[in-house]
């Protein structure tokens, strides 16, 4: 083997090292650590005259390093990188140097990523190439070590995945001819300096992660069962309508107003809404003003009046929206009933609060069902389509219809999450100020436990700065329902003039409503 490699020497000028794996092809010898970075494969010096760039050496073989190095298209454009105009330079700078490197845009991220040096699958560019990550790892060792490797044998040795540790020498050569750069490899300080950063990302985001607000176990529990509550008190089919006493409208119920539908406090049930009520308000829904007292069926100086005699003629709705509003009552009932801490409360309590609120809550799951396009609440078949003309063919006026429309209006603006219409409806029945409540310290630890689960969950699920206004808007809401509340209790009052008005209402109305129209 001596003899064979000193014959090739001296034919080749090459050096054959004789390191403890030589037969093997694994000869290495180490450079001092002042030592210029050595060639890829070590050669005896070249004649003092300067060669012109690309002339082959006259001992260039097979795997000459004078020989001009093919495009590989395994290479990545370094900016800023320069060719050299003679080989002055070492071996490995001046042939990285005369590469030409695509664009980076040329490769096809479809295509399977395959090792430029050795053929194995490839996980991404490394120093410059698309390299495995055996084959990144020889590299950055071999340059910082500023090893030297020997080939035993004609410096072209085939690399592949199998037999890539067997030379060395021409692994590294494959590297530099794919346009591996030792100029990308980072320091040790540039390395510590680059894992202290990632550390104190990772330390940033994981405190902003602790201070994110999240739902607690229990808050979640809320939701869950309230939202469950929302799902068993409500059909989106409305299959229970036909069992009300059916809708009269037009002419048939005596009345000259439109034959539409509408509800005197819209279905207490869910469905999706919009709002816009075209027939009776003739400007854009924020700024509502009635086209007309007399196209409702009242003037304007009777409108003000509670105890005006109401024509019954054009009542035809009434008993159809009091069938409608018993349903609806019985559906908050039962939703209150599963409303977290609400049965740890008196039965007085209980009752007040539902008495009180029953109203609120029907206003407010209606707007699941309100529609913005025509001012409308649809629930179902056209039959129990309901305009503002049917609400007043139920004995209320505008001082009731044209506040309701506002606020199915803006709360409809809102989009709120169904999560958060049921816990705003929980929190509008558990309500420490109701008139009657004798427990209110209770009442008021159960309401801010559910307020505190609408504020966590706000901050949770919208983006600041939605979310700063959307907690004191939905707050507004409940206090707009109050209003809405105190009207309809006078115009009740209205209707308990009427002794065929009573008889009109359900049991389940007069019991619920009682206080105000006894």
């Not at 040329?106 to 295509?111: G, S």
């Not at 059916?246 to 005596?254: L, M, S, T």
């Not at 308000?281 to 100086?301: H, I």
């Amino acid at each position: 083997m001596v003899a064979a490699c000193s014959e090739l020497s001296a034919s080749e000028n090459w050096t054959c090292g004789r390191g403890p794996g030589a037969g093997r092809g694994r000869g290495l010898a180490r450079a001092g650590p002042g030592a210029e970075l050595p060639p890829l494969v070590k050669r005896q010096p070249p004649s003092p005259r300067r060669r012109e760039r690309g002339a082959a050496c006259p001992s260039a073989g097979p795997g000459s390093f004078w020989l001009e190095v093919s495009v590989s298209p395994h290479a990545r454009a370094r900016p800023g990188s320069t060719s050299l105009p003679t080989p002055a330079r070492s071996g490995m700078e001046a042939t990285a140097a005369s590469i030409s490197l695509p664009d980076p845009g040329d490769f096809d991220r479809n295509v399977p990523r395959i090792c430029g040096v050795c053929g194995d699958r490839a996980t991404g560019f490394h120093f410059n190439a698309m390299t495995c990550e055996g084959c990144k790892g020889f590299f950055r060792r071999s340059m910082k070590r500023k090893a030297l490797f020997t080939c035993p044998f004609n410096g072209d040795c085939r690399i592949t995945k199998d037999n890539r540790r067997h030379c060395q020498a021409c692994r590294l050569k494959r590297c530099v001819d794919i346009g591996m750069m030792k100029e990308f490899i980072l320091t040790d300080e540039e390395v510590q300096r680059k894992r202290e950063m990632i550390l104190k990302r990772k330390e940033e985001e994981a405190l902003k992660d602790s201070l994110r607000p999240k739902l607690s176990e229990e808050q979640q529990r809320i939701i869950a069962v309230l939202l469950d509550a929302h799902h068993k008190t409500y059909d989106p089919t409305y299959a229970d309508f036909d069992q009300f006493r059916p809708p009269v409208r037009g002419e048939e119920g005596g009345g000259s107003l439109p034959s539409r539908s509408s509800s005197l406090q819209a279905p207490g049930f869910s469905g999706n809404s919009s709002s816009s009520c075209s027939d009776h308000y003739t400007s854009s829904p924020d700024m509502m003003e009635p086209a007309s007292f007399s196209n409702l069926g009242l003037s304007e100086e009777d409108s003000d009046d509670p105890s005006v005699t109401l024509d019954l003629s054009q009542l035809s709705m009434l008993p159809h929206l009091a069938d409608l509003v018993s349903y609806s009552i019985q559906k908050v009932i039962g939703f209150a009933k599963m409303i977290p801490g609400f049965r740890d409360l008196t039965a007085e309590d209980q009752i007040v609060l539902l008495k009180s609120s029953a109203i609120e809550v029907i206003m407010l799951r209606s707007n699941q069902s309100f529609t913005m396009d025509d001012m409308s609440w649809t629930c179902g078949s056209p039959d129990y389509k309901y305009q503002v003309s049917d609400v007043t063919k139920a004995g209320h006026s505008l001082e009731l219809i044209e506040p309701l429309i506002k606020f199915q209006v803006g709360l409809k603006k809102l989009n709120l999450h169904e999560e958060e219409h049921v816990l705003l409806m929980a929190i509008c029945i558990v309500s420490p100020d109701r008139p009657g409540v004798q427990d209110a310290a209770l009442v008021e630890a159960i309401q801010d436990r559910l307020s505190n689960t609408l504020q966590t969950y706000i901050r949770c699920r919208h983006p600041p700065p939605g979310s700063h206004l959307l907690y004191a808007k939905m707050i507004q809401k409940l206090a707009d329902l109050r209003s809405l509340n105190e009207e309809h209790s006078k115009q009740y009052r209205c209707l308990s003039f009427q002794p065929d008005c009573s008889m009109k209402l359900t049991p389940l109305v007069l019991e619920v409503f009682g206080n105000e129209i006894s």
